[in-house]
C-alpha cells in the first residue's frame, strides 16, 4: 500500500492545493514566477548510472561529470573508464564504450537473486557498488478506472500483480503514454506483503483517453535503490512536503553521485479501455 | 485529599529544617483578585502594601496573592491596568483575609498594552518573559482578520514565524517541537488549523498569555526553548453574556455567564471557518463533494465551594476535516481537559492540583475500491499535577510534582476485505515523565531579587514492544521483546534554573540567568513545513533525552514614569542529542523509524532589543533581534556546523496602536527579517533521462529578505441599548511584496533543455474584514 499511502499523501498535497485554491479565490491567488538566481558552481562531481536486467540485452552504464546549473541540460559524458561487472562465482564482465560516456555489455541476461558487483576505474580512481538483483515478479495485466478530482474526471491505470509473501520487494513503475511522456510512480509492499495488489498509478496524466496506448513496465528493485529514488522524490515534494534537499545515498562508494541499480523487469503494452 | 496535605506539611517541615524558618511576627495578607463586573478573576495584578514595611506582590495565575509583613497600620493599593486602582487603609493585627474587586476603566481614551505592575520587567528576577495583553492581540493587524495569539506573539524579539502565515514559531533557535504549549495547563500537540495558517486558539477564549523564552521557573519542563501558557476565560459571574463574530475566514460565538450566583459561571466559545460552503454553490457535483473546514471549541466551568476551595473542569476541542469527493478523507486535531481544584490551606500556603487529559490524533481514509485503507494515529497524555505556593516573609517558593504518561500510537492501518492492502500495525509506545521541582523567588535586599530551583526529571520508556538496536547504517542488529510494564530504559536528569536582578537605580536593573531544559518527546520534522502527520516520537533505547543549556544576561529600564520599557538581552543556547533523519527515510508506516535518525548538537546565540510604549494614544514596540543558529551532524554537511532553518540574522518587528478617537483604533505592523538559510543546487545530472540537482553544502544560501507591512482599523458602532458592536478592517501586505515562499528548480516546461528557478509567492495584498458583535 505503500503506494497508497504515498497517494495519500498526494491527497494531502492536493488538499493543500485546494486550501490555497480556496482561499487564492476568495482573495489573491498564491503566484508562481521564474526569477534569476546567482547559484554557486561546484566542482564537477563524477556520476554513474549503471542499469543491469534480467532482459536478454547490452546493459547500459553511463558515467558523466556534473554541469553547472545554467548550462543547458545535456549528459556530459566522461570517456576512457575502464567498466567491470562480476557475478558469484567470479565471472567478470568487461564493458565497452560505445559512444562518449556510455558504456555497454556484450548481450546477456542478469540472473535474479544474485548479487552483482560493478568496479569502474576512472581518472585514476576506483568505484564500486553491488546491488542485488531481486527475484522477478511478473506485472499480470493493466486496468483503468475514472477518478474525479477537483471536478475533473481522470483515467488512471491500475496495474495488478501478485506480492511474493516471502521476500520484502520494491517496485518501479514506469508508464509511457502515447509513446511519449514517461511517468515514474514508485512503490513498495510494506503493507500489501503476499497479496493480490491493484496498484493505482496515479500520473500528471489528465488528458488520458480511451483509445490512447499505453505501456507500464514494472521494475523491481533492491532496497538501497529504491531508497536512492525514493530520496529523489522526497526532495522534489512527490509523497509528502518538500524535506530539506541533499544528495540521495548512493551505493557506490568515494563520493561518486549515481546508483547501480540490477533490477527485474516486466511490462505491457495496451490500450486504454474503461471497463 | 488528607494525603496531600500530609505531603505539603511535610515539605514545609523539610524547608523550615533548611533554615527558612517561620517569622512569628509576621502577618499574612491574602486573597483573590476580581474584575467586578464579569467577576473572572486578575492574573499578574500588583499589591502593594506601605507603611511599617513597604512590600508588593502580584496575583498568580488564580488571582490569589499573599503577602508577610509585620504588625502594624498599613495603605493597601491594588491595581491592574484598564483598571481603576483600589487604595485603602487598614490596621493589620491579625491574618487577615481580603478579597479585592476592581472596577474596569471604561474611561480610558487610549489601548492599554500592558497588565503588569508597571515596573514589574524591572525588578522581577524573571527574563525572557514576554506577556500579551488580549487588547494587543484584538488590534494588530493579522492575516484574513482572524484574531491570532501566536501571530501577535511572533512580533515579539526572539520569536520568529516558522514561515509565511504559519502558527508554527521558532524560540531562540528552537524548533516548533521545542515549545510547551500549554492551553489551561494542558499540552496541546500540534497548535495549527488548516496546515498551519491559523492556530488553534480561538482568542474569544484566552484570558491571558505568557510566553517564557528563557529563565524558565522550575515548574515549567520537557521541552527545550519556551513555555507558552494560555489560560482560558473562566466565564461571567455576574451576567448572561453573548459575543461573536462574522469573518472572512470564520465565525466565532461565545456565550457566558453564572450558574449559580457567586459560585459557579460557565463559558462556551465556538468557531468554525466556511471556506467550503463557497464550494457548496460550484455548479459541479464533482467540486461540491469536496470538504475543508475546520472547528474549534472551548469550553470551561468553574465551581466556588467556599472561600478556600475552587474547581475548574474546562475543555478543548477542534478539528480539520478535509475530503476528496468521497475518494479520499483527512481529518486530524486536538483534544484536552483539565480538572483543576485550587485549595487554599492557609493564607500563605496556595495549592492546586490538576488532572490532565490530552490527545491529538489524525485519521487517513482512502476510499478507492480495492486499495482502500485506513490510517489512525495518535498521541495521548495524562498528567496529575501537584503544585504549592508558599509565601514566607522575602521568600516566594514554589515546590510541586507533575507525573505525564505518554502514549504514542505512530499508525494502524486496517482496510477491507477487497482491498489489497493489509491490517497493520507500528508497535505502540509508552512513557512516563515525572518531575519534582522547587524554587524560590527571594527578595535579598531591595536591589537584589534572587530565583533559583531545581527540577528533577526522570523519563522511562516502557513495555510491551520490540525495541531494536542499530548499527551505523540503520540496519538492525538486535531486537529484545519487553513484556507490558517492563522497564526498558530510564533518563533521569537534574536541571538547575537560576535567575537574578540586580536594580542599580529605580527605574532600571541588570539580569542574569542560567536554567538547563530537557526535553524527552520529540517530533520528527526535517521538512520545510509543518504537517498534520508530523510523526512524535519518546525516549528509547536509541533515543536520548535533548538537554539544552542557556545563560543569558539583561538589562532592563523604564522611562518617562514607566510610559516606555526597554530590554537588552544576550543569551547563548547550546543544545545536545539533536535529532534529524537520513535523506530518504520514510517515517509513514516505518517500524525501524529509529534506525534512520541522526543525532547532533545545536547553538544558538543572539541579542534582543524591545522597546515598547505602555500608555497614551500611541502605543506599541519595536524589537530587534540579532542572531545566529546551527546544527551539527557527523553525517550531514561534512560534519560542519551548518546554518539551520531557524538562522535569521535580523529579525525587526515594529508594531504602533493608534486610538485616533473615541469609535476609531488605528494599528499597524511592519516586519522584516533575513531570509531563511536554504539549500540551492550547484550542479545537475542526468539520470534515468531526467535532471537530478547536485548538493554540495547544507543550508549555505539564502531566501530573499522578507518583508510586510499591514495595517488595521477597529470602528467601534455607536452604543445601542443592549447591542454593542465593531467593524475590523485590515490589509496584509500593503505594498503587496512578493515575498518568497519556497524556490523551487525544475526543468523549463518550454524547453526542456534548461533548467529554471520558480519563486512561490504565498501571499500578496489581502484585505478583509470582520464584523463583531456584543449583548
Known amino acids: ?275 | 485529599m488528607n494525603q496531600f496535605r500530609k505531603v505539603g506539611v511535610i515539605i514545609l517541615a523539610i524547608l523550615s529544617f533548611a533554615g527558612y524558618g517561620f517569622a512569628q511576627n509576621n502577618l499574612t495578607i491574602s486573597g483573590v483578585v476580581k474584575d467586578s463586573l464579569s467577576g473572572e478573576t486578575l492574573i499578574g495584578a500588583s499589591i502593594r502594601l506601605k507603611g511599617v514595611k513597604d512590600h508588593g506582590t502580584t496575583t498568580n495565575a488564580y488571582g490569589f496573592y499573599s503577602i508577610s509583613v509585620p504588625k502594624g497600620e498599613y495603605k493597601l493599593s491594588a491595581s491592574y491596568v484598564g483598571f481603576q486602582s483600589l487604595n485603602r487603609t487598614l490596621s493589620l493585627n491579625k491574618n487577615t483575609r481580603l478579597d479585592i474587586s476592581l472596577k474596569a476603566d471604561n474611561a480610558l481614551a487610549e489601548v492599554v498594552i500592558t497588565s503588569e505592575r508597571r515596573d514589574l520587567n524591572v525588578s522581577s528576577p524573571q527574563m525572557g518573559l514576554a506577556k500579551l495583553n488580549m487588547a494587543e492581540v484584538e488590534n494588530v493587524p493579522v492575516l484574513f482578520g482572524e484574531r491570532d495569539i501566536i501571530k501577535t506573539l511572533q512580533l515579539l524579539p526572539g520569536i520568529k514565524s516558522a514561515g509565511e502565515g504559519n502558527s508554527g514559531f521558532y524560540v531562540r533557535g528552537g524548533s516548533i517541537d521545542h515549545n510547551l504549549i500549554l492551553l489551561d495547563e494542558a499540552p496541546v500537540y500540534n497548535a495549527s488549523h488548516l496546515l498551519g495558517f491559523f492556530s488553534t486558539f480561538n482568542s474569544d477564549a484566552i484570558k491571558d498569555v505568557a510566553v517564557y523564552k528563557g529563565g524558565m521557573p522550575s515548574q515549567y519542563g520537557g521541552r527545550l526553548a519556551s513555555v507558552l501558557d494560555i489560560r482560558m476565560n473562566d466565564g461571567n459571574q455576574n451576567d448572561f453574556g453573548v459575543e461573536g463574530g462574522l469573518g472572512l475566514i470564520s465565525s466565532r460565538l461565545k456565550v457566558e455567564g453564572p450558574l449559580v450566583k457567586d459560585k459557579s459561571s460557565f463559558i462556551i466559545s465556538g468557531r468554525r471557518t466556511y471556506a467550503d460552503a463557497f464550494l457548496k454553490l460550484a455548479s459541479d457535483t464533482a467540486i461540491r463533494n469536496n470538504v475543508l473546514y475546520f472547528y474549534d471549541l472551548n469550553a470551561k466551568l468553574n465551581y466556588r465551594l467556599n472561600q478556600n476551595n475552587t474547581l475548574y473542569l474546562s475543555g478543548y476541542f477542534g478539528r480539520d476535516e478535509l475530503g476528496l469527493n468521497k475518494t479520499f478523507g483527512f481529518d486530524w486535531g486536538n483534544s484536552t481537559a483539565t480538572l483543576r481544584w485550587n485549595h487554599i490551606f492557609n493564607n500563605r500556603l496556595f495549592s492546586n492540583t490538576s488532572l490532565i487529559y490530552s490527545n491529538y490524533n489524525y485519521v487517513i481514509q482512502s476510499f478507492i475500491e480495492q486499495s482502500d485503507f485506513k490510517v489512525k494515529s495518535a498521541i495521548q497524555d495524562y498528567n496529575f499535577k501537584q503544585d504549592f505556593q508558599y509565601s514566607l516573609n522575602q521568600h516566594n517558593l514554589r515546590f510541586g510534582l507533575d507525573v505525564i504518561h505518554h502514549t504514542i500510537r505512530p499508525g494502524k492501518i486496517t482496510a477491507s476485505e477487497a482491498s489489497s492492502v493489509n491490517d497493520d500495525k507500528i508497535e505502540n509506545r509508552a512513557g512516563l515523565e515525572t518531575a519534582i521541582y522547587i524554587s524560590d523567588e527571594w527578595k535579598v535586599n531591595d536591589k537584589l531579587n534572587i530565583t533559583y530551583g531545581l527540577r528533577g526529571s526522570a523519563f522511562s520508556a516502557f513495555g510491551p514492544g520490540n525495541f531494536k538496536t542499530y548499527d551505523q547504517d540503520g540496519n538492525t542488529i538486535a531486537t529484545r521483546t519487553y513484556a507490558g510494564g517492563d522497564i526498558v530504559k530510564t533518563y533521569i536528569n537534574p536541571e538547575p534554573r537560576i535567575s537574578a536582578s540586580y536594580q542599580l537605580r529605580k527605574s532600571s536593573s541588570i539580569k542574569a540567568s542560567y536554567t538547563r531544559n530537557t526535553q524527552n518527546l520529540h517530533l520528527m520534522s526535517n521538512s520545510t513545513s509543518t504537517s498534520p502527520t508530523d510523526l512524535y516520537v519518546m525516549n528509547s533505547n536509541n533515543i536520548k533525552p535533548e538537554v539544552a543549556d542557556q545563560v543569558a544576561l539583561g538589562y532592563f529600564r523604564n522611562f518617562n514614569n514607566d510610559r516606555y520599557e526597554f530590554s537588552a538581552e544576550v543569551y547563548y543556547k547550546g543544545m545536545t542529542n539533536q535529532i534529524e533523519y537520513r535523506s530518504g527515510t520514510d517515517l509513514r508506516g516505518n517500524n525501524n523509524v529509529e534506525g534512520d535518525l541522526l543525532y547532533g548538537d545545536g547553538r544558538a546565540y543572539g541579542l534582543e532589543l524591545f522597546l515598547k510604549k505602555r500608555f497614551g494614544k500611541l502605543n506599541g514596540w519595536v524589537g530587534y533581534t540579532l542572531s545566529r543558529t546551527e546544527r551539527q551532524f557527523n553525517d550531514i554537511n561534512g560534519g560542519s556546523w551548518f546554518p539551520s532553518k531557524q538562522d535569521r540574522t535580523h529579525d525587526v518587528s515594529i508594531v504602533g496602536i493608534y486610538k485616533a478617537s473615541k469609535r476609531w483604533t488605528l494599528s499597524s505592523t511592519f516586519v522584516y527579517n533575513t531570509g531563511n538559510a536554504v539549500t540551492f543546487p550547484n550542479g545537475k545530472y542526468q539520470l534515468k533521462g531526467k535532471t537530478v540537482f547536485y548538493y554540495s553544502e547544507r543550508n549555505a544560501d539564502r531566501l530573499p529578505d522578507y518583508h510586510r507591512l499591514d495595517l488595521a482599523a477597529t470602528l467601534e458602532a455607536k452604543p445601542g441599548k443592549k447591542l454593542q458592536s465593531s467593524w475590523s478592517f485590515g490589509i496584509y501586505n500593503l505594498y503587496n511584496r512578493q515575498n518568497t515562499y519556497t524556490m523551487d528548480f525544475r526543468d523549463d516546461p518550454d524547453d526542456a533543455t534548461k533548467t529554471q528557478a520558480v519563486r512561490t509567492t504565498l501571499f500578496g495584498i489581502i484585505p478583509s474584514v470582520t464584523w463583531n458583535f456584543k449583548f
Open chain 1, 1 to 275: 500500500m505503500k503506494a497508497s499511502y504515498t497517494n495519500a499523501l498526494k491527497y494531502i498535497k492536493s488538499g493543500a492545493k485546494l486550501c490555497m485554491i480556496l482561499l487564492g479565490a476568495m482573495l489573491l491567488a498564491s503566484c508562481e514566477k521564474v526569477v534569476d538566481l546567482d547559484l554557486k558552481d561546484s566542482e564537477p562531481k563524477l556520476v554513474i548510472e549503471a542499469d543491469l536486467s534480467d532482459l536478454d540485452t547490452n546493459h547500459v552504464v553511463r558515467i558523466s561529470k556534473t554541469i553547472p546549473f545554467t548550462e543547458t541540460n545535456k549528459f556530459n559524458g566522461l570517456s576512457g573508464a575502464q567498466v567491470v561487472l562480476s557475478a558469484p562465482g567470479g565471472q567478470k564482465i568487461t564493458f565497452t564504450e560505445t559512444e562518449t560516456g556510455v558504456y555497454k555489455s556484450p548481450r546477456f541476461a542478469g540472473a535474479p537473486g544474485t548479487k552483482y558487483s560493478l568496479e569502474v576505474n576512472v581518472e585514476g580512481k576506483v568505484y564500486t557498488a553491488s546491488s542485488t538483483m531481486p527475484l522477478a515478479v511478473k506485472l499480470d495485466s493493466l486496468g483503468f478506472r475514472k477518478l474525479s478530482f477537483f471536478g475533473d474526471e481522470v483515467i488512471v491505470p491500475l496495474a495488478y500483480y501478485k506480492d511474493p509473501k516471502d521476500a520484502k520487494n520494491q517496485y518501479l513503475f514506469l508508464i509511457k503514454a502515447k509513446d511519449e511522456e514517461v511517468q515514474e510512480s514508485l512503490t513498495e509492499d510494506r503493507f500489501t506483503n503476499g497479496n493480490d495488489v491493484t496498484e493505482t498509478l496515479f500520473t500528471d496524466l489528465d488528458d488520458l483517453a480511451e483509445g490512447d496506448s499505453l505501456e507500464v513496465e514494472m521494475r523491481g528493485l533492491d532496497l538501497p535503490v529504491y531508497k536512492y529514488y525514493f530520496a529523489i522524490a522526497q526532495i522534489s515534494g512527490e509523497g509528502g512536503p518538500p524535506v530539506a534537499p541533499s544528495n540521495p545515498n548512493s551505493n557506490f562508494n568515494n563520493g561518486a553521485l549515481g546508483i547501480f541499480n540490477a533490477h527485474t523487469t516486466s511490462k505491457i503494452k495496451t490500450v486504454v479501455k474503461l471497463k
